[in-house]
């Protein structure tokens, strides 16, 4: 049929074109119905596998990574590497190892495979693997910080300081990090190098002046070197910004605590107390505030809590012997300095505690055994001569104790700043009788 379209102008028509027929469309044949084939995808779980981890949902994110390595024959990476994360995280340091190893070997080219292989193998103690693995992987990507911090570590436990300095120094020129810093400085502190130590802290702070840990190390190494004042500075500002800082709460404390301002410490210790309750070091330094108040009671009973915690403390044993030497308790001080000269035999204060303990308990021959062994490991020390003097007049020894004596006048005058009431006490009254007063 022909079929025509009359264009109209008005009231009148224009024109009529003629229009081509339209051919009828025809049904489409339908396919045959085949199935598809199912093909395995092996990354089609990992997104789930990563939500799983990153909500800490570790039971069923170990069930979906069974599935996904049971599926695909044990050829999906991420699955095995989210497995030794959450290994890891639950102290499987073996079995994390072996999964990094898998995932490593689907993709050796893995930077992020093998510094979780380094890792592990860390976490192991084998420090010597680890850096063989860190190496390998340095050849990878030679600049990466991680990579070179890393494998100083490694080296610090291998004892190998000059190769870990540089390792850590290069870290530090890509990449300024606060651990970085922190072992470069615990290096030289091992070494023995306090300046050393000293300088790299300062840089450190210099870039993160926020950091607690950082002020709080720098604020013990002034201590250290006897510079109370930047100490004291640097580890209140520590403070400032971690309230709870253990070491910086402790090294605060013992300076107030020196200047004799015991309740003052004993409230900063009280915070410390509430974050580490079974620290040594603090329940000594509490035992030692009650002792400057004369709470002996109170002093040895804290005392006796820091040497059960650390019963080889030869500093705990020093104090609790003379806590005992003080209440008159000659043979518990004697037992408690005996330990400590055990623990620490080249400290001469040791031996003058031993024969005032020895005077007492009526053994004069072992004190003056003591004694000597005190002057022979400090012999400039004039508070043993005294004692020995005081322990000699005592036993009708008087030319030797005017000897003893006249050595303690020596080196009294050698030393600076004022005397201890106390020995100034003593020294009047024994002067006179030895005829050696002025």
Known sequence: KQWYQRRVRGDEIEEEVKIAPVEPVKAAVPLPKTKLPDLPIIEKNNW???MLFVNKDYDRCRQIIKEQLDSTDGMCEYAFYVQGMIQRSEALI???????QAAAMLNPNSLENLKQVGRSLYLLGRHKAALDIYGEAAKLVPDDSELLHNQGVCLVYLRDYGKAEDCFKKALSFQKTEHSFSQLGKMHILKGDTDGALSIYKKAVEHFPENSELLSVLGLLYLQIGDTQKAFEHLGNAMTYDTENVKAIMGAGSII???????????KYRVAASVTPESHALWNNIGMCFFGKKKFVAAISCLKRAHYLAPFEWRICYNLGLAHLTMQQYASAFHFVSAAIN???K??????LLGIALTHLEDPTNAKQA??????????NPITYL???????NHGEKSNAAAQYGKFEMYQNKKKGSADPDVS?????????LHLGS
């Open 48 to 50: 789930l596998i990563h």
């Open 94 to 100: 073996q079995e994390s190892l072996e999964s990094f």
């Open 257 to 267: 605590q020196d200047h004799g301002d015991y309740d003052v410490a004993l409230t």
């Open 343 to 345: 623990l620490r035999p």
């Open 347 to 352: 400290f001469a204060p040791l031996f003058m």
């Open 371 to 380: 004694y000597d062994q005190a002057i022979s490991i400090e012999p400039d």
């Open 387 to 393: 004692n020995y003097a005081i322990m000699l007049f």
């Open 425 to 433: 006490s003593l020294v009047a009254k024994l002067g006179p009788i």
